[in-house]
Nanobody
Framework: VQLQASGGGLVQAGGSLSLSCAAS????????IGWFRQAPGKEREFVAG???????TYGDSVKGRFTISRDNNKNTVYLQMNSLKSEDTAVYYC????????????????WGQGTLVTVSS
């Protein structure tokens, strides 16, 4: 398994969760990592990304609420999710690609198994 997402669960609206993506890709520091989510009946959408060169990008719907960070020593990317809303309910996936961060799924060839986040209203 090259990517392992964890940390999902059930939380009330307004609450927080922290997701982790542990990657066994090498060299990890050269990989951009994206978080995507997919709600039932919807397409997978970009949530946040951590570029190999330390830049970050966020989807419009999570700006100001979610924070992505990475620890290259632990080969792990984190997604801190605050002020959660019912519309954040989805399966969250992390994905990796070498080089430039991309916000569309077709650029990623390595995916984790997904972790379910359920926000109750």
């Amino acid at each position: 398994v090259q990517l392992q997402a964890s940390g999902g669960g059930l939380v009330q609206a307004g609450g927080s969760l922290s997701l982790s993506c542990a990657a066994s890709v090498h060299p990890f520091s050269r990989y951009s990592i994206g978080w995507f989510r997919q709600a039932p009946g919807k397409e997978r959408e970009f949530v946040a990304g951590s570029s190999w060169n330390s830049g970050t990008t966020y989807g419009d719907s999570v700006k100001g609420r979610f924070t992505i960070s990475r620890d290259n020593n632990k080969n792990t990317v984190y997604l801190q999710m605050n002020s959660l809303k019912s519309e954040d309910t989805a399966v969250y996936y992390c994905a990796a690609r070498q080089g430039t961060l991309q916000t569309t799924t077709r650029y990623y060839n390595k995916w984790g198994q997904g972790t379910l986040v359920t926000v109750s209203s």
